[in-house]
């Protein structure tokens, strides 16, 4: 489409089918030696050994210089990578956000100190990072934070408050979004990110129990924190610009369409090959929009590969993605049919990888930005509005 979305199909080289089938072995081997099962909580599970050893086959900052511990790796070789991850409900939690977001913000806004303090860590799979965007009353509206940090010398006093923090407990640092003056006539001016240190004094970690009874949320409270000069990112008011292109990683992955991946494997297997042929379609249906949304989600990859900034595409994929993931467990609920669900054994292994995604599934079109939201980029990035 003429200056709105702009995917092409990417190509799969030889190359890439090769490294496709390296990542799968490595993962196999895996799962043969029982380091992980493929169990009910997914890719969403925490195992610090497992993203080291991610770290040491050069699969962490896979696209980054080598120079910052990265390999210089094609940002497709790094899509297959994290594709096959999440495909095979490997343990990615605890580097996820560091390798996918904020090591990606630091090589791009940080100083040339930063870079060299905190890309080898994270490549390494030893430092994991946290998301400080929203807030109470500030979500959708990231503009409209109130948490503040002012000029003090030798750096910024932190004060508020963040909200739905992922795993803000178990990690080393967050990069913050904060307001570094009044908000204006322009909403957009006057915030910045910064490189907070968890375990700096004046924070405190209060959990969020989540709708499946876990903690992954947090409350993340300001009291007075000092944040050193040189842990500003980028410039001083500059943060719009920063944040939104940061939201491109986290916006357009495999991870916003294989979610449920394991609900609909499981499906298909407990349908087996006498599935009733009512099923066919459903699931016919999911296996295409899941190819489609594949090919869009590579298509971002080529762009962001050829150094570009596709922002609408990411909320496109997000938009789409989410909604499809949100989708397959509620078909395979009406397939299974909930007699069959009440008569499988207690601790059945598809019931609980079910259950499991029943229950994250409102989360889906939520985390990394609403649907109606989502929308509207994209209708502003198609000249609708
Ligand atoms: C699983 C999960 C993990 C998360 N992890 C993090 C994290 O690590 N770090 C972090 O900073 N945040 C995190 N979030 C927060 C998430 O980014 C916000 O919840 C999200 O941006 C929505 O903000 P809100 O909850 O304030 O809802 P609101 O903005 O209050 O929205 C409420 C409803 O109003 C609608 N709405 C709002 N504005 C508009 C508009 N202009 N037009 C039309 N409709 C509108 C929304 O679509 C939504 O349906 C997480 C959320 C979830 C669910």
Redesign the pocket.
């Known amino acids: 489409m003429d200056g709105g979305v702009n995917l092409a199909v990417a190509e799969i080289s030889p190359g890439l089918q090769a490294f496709r089938r390296e990542v799968r072995e490595f993962l196999r081997d895996e799962i043969a030696e029982g380091r992980f099962t493929r169990g009910a909580g997914g890719w969403a599970r925490w195992d610090p050994e497992f993203s080291r050893r991610l770290g040491q086959r050069g699969w962490l900052g896979m696209t980054w210089p080598k120079r910052y511990g990265g390999h210089e790796r094609s940002a497709l070789e790094r899509h297959v990578m994290t594709e096959e991850m999440l495909a095979h409900g490997a343990p990615v939690r605890a580097h996820w956000?560091a390798d996918r977001q904020s090591g990606p913000t630091i090589l791009r806004f940080g100083t040339e100190e930063q870079k060299q303090a905190f890309l080898p860590r994270i490549a390494a799979g030893e430092m994991y990072f946290?998301?400080?965007?929203?807030e109470p009353?500030?979500?959708?509206?990231l503009a409209s934070i109130r948490t503040r940090a002012t000029q003090v010398e030798g750096g910024w006093r932190v004060n508020g408050r963040?909200?739905?923090?992922?795993n803000a407990h178990r990690m080393h640092m967050m990069i913050l979004f904060a307001r570094t003056s009044p908000l204006g006539e322009d909403r957009h001016a006057g915030v910045s990110q910064f490189l907070v240190d968890m375990k700096s004094p004046g924070i405190s970690i209060r959990p969020i129990i989540?709708l499946a009874g876990g903690h992954?949320?947090n409350e993340v409270l300001f009291e007075d924190v000092l944040i050193p000069e040189d842990r500003v990112i980028g410039t001083i008011g500059n943060g719009w610009k920063q944040v939104t292109s940061e939201l491109v990683y986290e916006r357009s992955g495999p991870d916003r369409w294989l979610s449920s991946h394991s609900v609909l494997v499981g499906l298909l297997d407990h349908l087996g090959p006498e599935a009733p042929p009512e099923s066919d379609g459903a699931v016919g249906r999911l296996v295409a929009q899941l190819w489609t949304l594949r090919n869009m989600s590579l298509g971002v990859a080529q762009l962001v590969e050829q150094g570009q900034q596709p922002q609408v595409e990411a909320a496109l994929i997000k938009d789409l993605g989410t909604v499809f993931e949100q989708e397959v467990p509620e078909v395979a609920r009406r397939l299974v049919g909930e007699e069959a669900l009440a008569g499988l054994p207690q601790g059945d292994d598809y019931a609980k990888v079910l259950g499991h995604g029943v229950l994250h599934a409102p989360?889906f079109s939520?985390?990394?930005?609403?649907?109606?939201?989502l929308r509207?980029i994209i209708a502003r990035g198609l000249g609708l509005r």
Do not use: Q
């Open positions: 956000v946290c998301i400080g965007m929203s009353d500030s979500g959708s509206d963040k909200i739905w923090t992922s989540n992954d949320f989360s939520i985390r990394g930005g609403t649907k109606e939201v509207g």
